[in-house]
């Protein structure tokens, strides 16, 4: 299993500004992804972290919003830049060991933006 | 790319009946898991049923089984004897294991359920 700390839970950002969520593993892992889940809707892959090298994103998601780094293989962070109320919603941060076995998530954190 | 439709928003049941959420999906790939996810209103994550594609016989995880038909591209929830605990919101998930979209998950839009006493 993989237990994962992700700061901060909630906060509540003025628009223009930037924050920065950190996902830390409790053990080494090969994978970790970060979503995306509006109020109320699914979880909607924002990219893969990967280690070393520039992340991975989706179609609609791009680097100089949702730059995302990962040193190491216990460690993430995914900043959302320039925020609008629109990108007030909850990223989660999760992990594998493996494509085939379980994914483990993180508890959200809850942006919100004035 | 994968797509995972939950056609139920919600669905309800009184306790100590059984239920069954749907899911349908859609794929290129021969090779996958699916996965049903709990989503509390803690937002915690938690896995409840795991399927491989490779597999022809269903999961079954204790009251959790699953209903899989590959070849209709279907992967069915059925809880047995609900719970109030059981109250949530029910994720239906894809997962490559193969090619450019290696390891990433896919949701559905989830379904409500609501356990009556």
């Known amino acids: 299993s993989a237990v994962i700390s992700q700061k901060p839970s909630r906060d509540i950002c003025q628009r223009g500004t930037s924050l920065t969520i950190q996902c830390q593993v409790d053990?080494?892992?090969?994978?970790m992804f970060w979503y995306r889940q509006q109020p109320g809707q699914s979880l909607t892959l924002i990219a893969t972290?990967?280690?070393?090298?520039?992340?991975?994103?989706e179609s609609g998601f791009v680097i100089d919003k949702f730059p995302i780094s990962r040193p190491n293989l216990t460690f993430s962070t995914l900043t959302v830049s320039n925020m609008s109320p629109e990108d007030s919603s909850i990223y989660l941060c999760?992990?594998?060991?493996?494509?085939?076995?379980?994914?483990?998530f993180g508890q959200g954190t809850r942006l919100t933006v004035v | 790319a994968q797509t995972v439709t939950q056609s139920q928003p919600e669905m309800s049941v009184q306790e100590a009946e059984t239920v069954t959420l749907s899911c349908t999906y859609d794929t290129s790939e021969s090779d996958y898991y699916l996965f049903w996810y709990k989503q509390p209103p803690s937002r915690q994550m938690i896995l409840v049923i795991r399927q491989e594609a490779y597999k022809q016989q269903n999961a079954t995880e204790n009251r959790f089984s699953v209903n899989f038909q590959k070849a209709a591209k279907s992967f069915s929830l059925k809880i047995s004897d609900s719970q109030l605990g059981d109250a949530a919101m029910y994720f239906c998930?894809?997962?490559?294991?193969?090619?450019?979209?290696?390891?990433?998950?896919?949701f559905g839009r989830g379904t409500q359920l609501t356990v009556w006493p």
């Open positions: 998930a894809y997962r490559s294991i193969g090619g450019s979209t290696l390891g990433r998950l896919y």
């Open positions: 999760s992990v594998s060991k493996g494509p085939d076995t379980e994914a483990f």
């Open positions: 053990s080494q892992v090969t994978m």
């Open positions: 972290a990967n280690q070393g090298s520039e992340a991975t994103y």
